[in-house]
């Protein structure tokens, strides 16, 4: 399949959003950024327990919650909708130093891949 540079743009641009629930405003702040092999989004968890914060997927919802180092009731939950281009089987989650990192895989097929040019 061969893509001009607006096609694979928007592509691209398809597949590097993880679009937010539209249901609830942002209450934290987030980054996303694409590799090949899928998107990175890093939330920031100050404040926050890590041991008290959870990652799931639900159909296509990608859902990030956390409650406070207090214990109290105050605390966060974000909902992203995944496209189908993604992978949520494979989703992995890393906490350090008060950032979260969420790392979602894009599916084999979605998967840009190199080719070899050959010279001759």
């Known amino acids: 399949m061969f893509y001009t540079t607006n096609t694979l743009n928007e592509l691209l641009d398809s597949l590097t959003i993880i679009n937010p629930n539209?249901?609830?405003?942002?209450?934290?702040?987030y980054e996303t950024e694409t590799t090949d092999d899928g998107v990175t989004l890093t939330i920031e968890t100050p404040g926050y327990n890590k041991n008290l914060i959870n990652v799931s997927v639900?159909?296509?919802?990608?859902i990030v919650e956390g409650k406070s180092n207090s214990g109290d009731t105050n605390g966060f939950k974000e909902r992203f909708t995944l496209s189908d281009k993604f992978d949520g089987s494979e989703v992995e989650a890393t906490i350090v130093d008060g950032m979260l990192t969420v790392n979602v895989p894009f599916k084999e097929e979605t998967k840009p891949r190199k080719v070899k040019v050959k010279v001759g």
């Open 58 to 62: 639900e159909d296509e919802l990608l």
């Open 22 to 29: 539209k249901y609830k405003p942002r209450s934290r702040q």
